[in-house]
Every structure is written in C-alpha cells, then in structure tokens.
C-alpha cells in the first residue's frame, strides 16, 4: 500500500510574526520553520500504515529550498521518498495555485492514501484537503481522530460539533488528520543519518502541469495585496471583588462605556 503525505512548512506557532518590507509578506528574519503540527499526526498515521502492511511512504511539499528541512525531518522520522515543488522566485501563491501544484506531482506517484493534517497552521485557511480532493477526484475525510481498515478501505472518525460522524471510503482516498489521532514520534539517530543520505526531487511547478503566474501572477484566483497585524491587545483592568454589587456595576460600565459591547 502506498501512501503519500502533504506537509507544509510553516513558522513555529510561538514565533513572533512581523510583515516584510512590501507589506505583502512575513519578514523572514530570525523565523524558525516547522512542519506544520497537524501534518505530524497524517506522517505518523501513513508510517503506522505502511508498518503494518507494507508500501512505502512518500512526503511531498510546495515551498522554498528551506523547506527541504521539513522533508529531511520527515524523512528521519520514516518517510521513504521525498519531493518538493519549487516555488524559488515565485511569489506568495494561494490556497487553489498550491494544491494545483500538489496534485500535479501526486498524479505521478502511486497514491492509496492521501494524507495531510487538517490544517496548515501557517494560514489556517483549512482548504487544502477537499481542494485536493476535487483536484484528483477522490472521496476525503477532514478532521480525523480515529481510522480503521477495511478491505479495499477505511472508516474514518469525524469529530463534529456535538457529536461523531463515521464516514466510509473505498481506496483511494484523502484523509485530513486532526489532533488524537495519534502520538508522532520523534526522529531517532538512525533515521537522522539515513535522511542525510537521501536525495530530495525537486521539481518546478512546470514540471507537474502547473503554469507558475496562474499560481502567483495576474491569473492567480487569489492576489496578495496587504498583510496586516492585528490591533495591539489593550491593558487588563482589574476590577476589585471586595464588593460583588459594585464591582458588577463597575463591569457593566466597562462594557458599555468602553468596550462599547453593550
């Protein structure tokens, strides 16, 4: 059974994120780079797999040569191949240019499952997994806490608002893991060296039947114009409690008055 997984490498969640000089863009400066978190929990599930029953694994990612850290981490912690699509002197490509480009370079893998996190924490824009869908015409499953085998296969655990839905899909197919899935293990010494010696393909969007300026230029569904930060968060205030009345009083006031909420 083959398995290839979706990552994308984004800037660690605790990293503080200031916009570049075109006021389109991240500085890039002092930035440290992860795989996203979710896509951790879709390698992990594709490795279980691929353990018990054989195949092999492939990651694959959109990205700049810095991402070729995330595949190399990938690769140490079980993946067999890896292969990024170049985006070296494109630029910011949306959601539909990224998973055009990702599925360009699926189609010529041997796909049973497809797997990615739910989410890449990057943008949080949550589209990928049923774009990817559409694109290759397969049945998916987003937010997935549990997965069993079935011949020809899977049933997958949804967690929904209030409640648990349990999907079934013949194989291929795209799953979206979400946290609980598993547990992603950590890279051993072993897996580190081995990964040194591996090769990445690396392939231009061209490559996989992707016109790059349909991704990023004038033809892009989705232009960049302007990032912005959010409004510095305001002071805390304090309200004493010695006197519940008053201090309710008080925090109406705020509300109304201040917060304007009221």
Do not use: F
């Amino acid at each position: 059974m083959n398995h290839v997984v979706c990552i994308a490498h984004v800037p660690d969640t605790e990293t503080k994120i200031k916009i570049g000089a075109d006021g389109k863009s991240i500085d890039e400066a002092d930035v440290k780079w992860i795989v996203s978190p979710y896509d951790e929990y879709a390698l992990e599930e594709a490795i279980k797999a691929r353990e018990a029953k054989g195949g092999t694994v492939t990651v694959v990612t959109y990205g700049p040569a810095r991402a070729d850290v995330g595949l190399r981490e990938c690769l140490a912690r079980g993946a067999d191949e890896a292969v990024r699509i170049a985006s070296d002197g494109l630029g910011e490509a949306d959601s539909l240019g990224v998973a055009q480009a990702l599925a360009g370079a699926i189609r010529a893998l041997p796909c049973d499952v497809l797997w990615l996190g739910n989410k890449g924490v990057g943008t949080d824009a949550q589209t990928m997994v049923p774009m990817l869908a559409e694109l290759l015409d397969l049945p998916h499953a987003n937010l997935v806490t549990k997965l069993e085998w079935k011949d020809g296969g899977v049933v997958a655990y949804r967690e929904i608002e209030g409640a648990r839905e349990v999907v079934e899909m013949p194989l291929p197919c795209v799953v979206g893991a979400q946290k609980g899935l598993n547990e992603p293990r950590y890279s051993s010494l072993k897996g580190i060296m081995a990964a040194k010696k591996k090769t990445i393909a690396v392939k231009k969007p061209a490559d996989v039947g992707v016109d790059p300026d349909a991704m990023t230029g004038e033809k892009a569904a989705v232009r960049w114009m302007k990032l912005e930060l959010p409004p510095a968060r305001q002071a805390v205030k304090l309200i004493p409690a010695d006197d519940p009345g008053k201090a309710a009083d008080e925090l109406v006031r705020l509300l109304r008055d201040e917060a304007k909420v009221l």
